[in-house]
């Protein structure tokens, strides 16, 4: 199978290297043709996978079925989702004291 994917210039995002710098950048147009960003790539594996797992079973299900999966559209996570996840979400709200 062929599956086209974007390049770091069509995709919203951040860059890091292993001079420990990190910066932001913008999608710089849209994808040729078929080209889907990596995140909704990853994303559609993942929801079709917990739908086989849950209809089907099989061994050890619960880290596919029970991941938490926070995404406003859940078959295409945005940069600044994934970001935020990583430099951590307040699960609760959150008060100065």
Partial sequence: YQLPS??????????VNSGRWL???WAGGTPPGEAKR?????????????????KEGGAFPDPI??????????G????EERAQEINVRA???????
């Fill in 6 to 15: 974007t390049c770091v210039a069509e995709d919203d995002g951040s860059l």
């Fill in 23 to 25: 910066q932001w950048h």
């Fill in 38 to 54: 990596d995140t909704w790539i990853m994303a559609q594996l993942y929801l079709r996978l917990k739908e086989l797992y849950t």
């Fill in 76 to 79: 295409d996570p945005k940069a």
């Fill in 91 to 97: 699960l609760a709200k959150v008060t100065e004291t």
């Fill in 65 to 74: 079925v029970k991941l938490n999966w926070p995404y406003a559209d859940p």
